[in-house]
């Protein structure tokens, strides 16, 4: 990629959407959506960090908030499409060679990106599937 010779752009989901600690370690080619959206960069450190604090986001599951939240300081209730977009967005940004924001890295769009992963969640294949990862962060961050 840094190369040249591949492309990634928006249409490819980057490993770090993945389950684990290590981006991508759970992906399955056999399935897809198998641990989509619930990668570790995109929780913990970016959805976590921004609405509950830097010190919920890198403790651990038993941590407790002691102070009001961005969450709900916002009126945030519940998570929706485009607040996982969003956190995708700052984790693909994050871990860019960019020094500052543009809408297009290279060949990828940032703009096509949020659009794609809030329509894959709000249009998914498998229905279930969606209700799964909406379900997972209003649970879990």
Excluded at 55 to 73: K, M, P, R, V
Excluded at 88 to 105: G, P, Y
Aim: hydrophobic share 40%; proline share 3%.
């Amino acid at each position: 990629i840094e190369s040249g010779e591949i492309k990634m752009d928006a249409r490819g989901w980057p490993a770090l959407l993945y389950k684990g600690k290590v981006a991508g370690e759970s992906f399955d080619q056999q399935n897809m959506q198998d641990g989509l959206f619930e990668g570790y960069i995109v929780e913990r450190v970016v959805l976590k960090h921004i609405l509950t604090g830097p010190s919920s986001a890198l403790a651990g599951d038993d941590f407790h908030i002691s102070n009001t939240c961005n969450a709900s300081l916002h009126g945030m209730m519940s998570f929706e499409a485009e607040h996982i977009a969003y956190g995708a967005i700052q984790a693909r940004s994050s871990i860019s060679s960019r020094d500052k924001w543009s809408e297009n890295d290279g060949a990828f769009s940032y703009r096509k990106f949020y659009y794609r992963i809030i329509d894959v969640i709000r249009n998914p294949p498998d229905e279930a599937w969606a209700a799964a990862i909406l379900q997972h962060y209003n649970l879990y961050v």
